[in-house]
């Protein structure tokens, strides 16, 4: 009797170690994994660091290049055109401005607004500006305060930044930086929070004249859309009743390269056209 109890002790004692043997090597591996891990997730976190430095450096280097670039363009007299698109896009007319484009191997700045998002894609994919144009485009709505119109712009920012992955820094006011429907301490707040967060507005200094009217006449358009001066910005629409654009932007086109333009898109260091001044920056 004695002898069985014995044995069954001994074989409890020994269950027992077992049990816990496996508990501690449980742990030690569990301790283990975890150490690694963290030291994985170290090593990733130092890597993102060392990338978002190159990043950042890699940007300082294209916006030193780019303004380089103007500066030489500028110096050595040669022309540019800045096609720009606003209100758009739309179905019946951005398909086609982008085919011309396409066509003529030249690149435009589209100011879009907040409709028909799914054809931002297109814009950005084939190498044009996306730039912001206010995402309502509703002069009382975006000009009622300097919170409203800034809660539209990020409303269109962030539609564009799902959509095609751009931040755009470019902006466009709706009826330009001398609107007059704008109350004038707001639209100055506004510019002073546009500069303190790196926008850059845009106006133009060539009408193509398409705003005044629908179906305004193509050879008017053709007409009014070629300004003689050695960097033009040249206003044009996208919208839905602006079809007599795109019939006129090839002989638009045509006019500018026979003339010995090149085509480029809007930056944030491109020359700046603006009906009222933006300051160098806000402190
Ligand atoms: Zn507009």
Redesign the pocket.
Known sequence: MKKIITWIMLILSLGMIGYSGQIMYTNIKGNVEKGTLQKDIKKLDETIKEKNIMLTEVKTKDAELRKKYNEIRQQKGIKVVYLTF??GPTPNNTPRILDILKKNNIKGTFFVIGQNPDMYKRIVDEGHAIAI?TYS?IYKEVYASEDAFFKDLYKLRDLIIEKTGVNPKVTRF?GGSSTTRAPKAIKQAIIKRLTKEGYVYQDWNCDSTDASGNKVPVEKLVRSSFCNVREVNLLMHDSYAKTTTVEALQQIIDTYKSKGYIFEVLTVDSPKFQHIKQPENID
Do not use: K, M, N, Q
């Open positions: 606003d209100d144009h485009h709706p």
